[in-house]
């Protein structure tokens, strides 16, 4: 794995809050403001902080870690995106989410890493040790409601995807996954309708449990009644957002 360590300068924020005289500093490494996991530090904090931050960029195709090894570091991804998956024993693959700018990962249970993390894209992530981490908690408790945010988030994660893999058609599957999408990479609180797609037609196929030629067929049919349109294997514009919605939600 390609890794290179960048340098960090520290950058005064001026106060979003009328009235609130107290700067907070980000570093330069990233340009997510408040979706940053050290948004919102005190300059003492913020420098108590750098003492456990590490940084990285990972080339695509290269796995972060893999599912099985020891958890020793947390992440968030400042740049680039991941997908998560899980290996069946008959050697199926299972992926359990895409994760974009702002998103933390590497949580682990009983010390292990629970599924494998692989760059789809050129990744600039912060890395964080566990034990430095866990240490600095109890004098930046901020981080530690950002850390049960992070928990809270892939649990309600975990239980769409169920949803998403046990009740819902092929058409609707595919429709949900789009519309997530362009949630996830909204401008200003608006859906996208321009989605540039990170991940190959396989990788939506095992995120949905679904074959690629089903993958395929659907699109092709979705674009055939003008709720989206194709121009190329990366990129998919929704025509319809509305009646995308409704076709997700089984209407």
Do not use: W
Request: charged fraction near 25%; hydrophobic fraction near 45%; proline fraction near 5%.
């Amino acid at each position: 794995m390609r890794r290179m360590a960048r340098a960090v300068s520290l950058e005064l924020v001026a106060p979003e809050r009328e009235g609130c005289d107290a700067p907070v500093y980000s570093c330069t490494h990233c340009d997510l403001g408040p979706m940053a996991f050290c948004a919102g530090l005190s300059r003492e904090q913020f420098r108590r902080f750098m003492t456990v931050l590490g940084q990285a960029t990972i080339e695509p195709n290269t796995a972060v870690f893999r599912e099985g090894d020891p958890a020793v570091n947390l992440y968030t991804i400042t740049a680039g995106a991941v997908k998560l998956y899980k290996l069946l024993s008959d050697g199926r693959r299972q992926i359990v989410a895409f994760l974009f700018p702002g998103d933390f990962f590497g949580l682990s249970v009983n010390g292990i890493y629970a599924y494998t993390a692989e760059a789809m894209l050129p990744l600039m992530v912060c890395r964080f040790p566990r034990r430095k981490l866990d240490a600095l908690l109890d004098e930046l408790p901020m981080l530690e409601k950002k850390l049960l945010g992070a928990t809270a988030q892939e649990l309600a994660a975990a239980h769409d995807q169920m949803l998403l893999l046990g009740r819902k058609t092929a058409r609707e599957k595919l429709a949900s996954f789009l519309v997530m999408l362009g949630r996830r990479l909204s401008i200003k609180d608006r859906p996208s309708q321009l989605l540039t797609l990170p991940m190959s037609r396989s990788d939506i196929a095992d995120f949905l449990g679904l074959t690629i030629e089903t993958v395929s067929r659907t699109l092709t049919g979705l674009r055939r009644e003008g709720v989206i349109a194709l121009p190329d294997a990366n990129h998919v514009v929704i025509s319809q957002y509305d009646l995308l919605g409704q076709i997700a939600e089984g209407s």
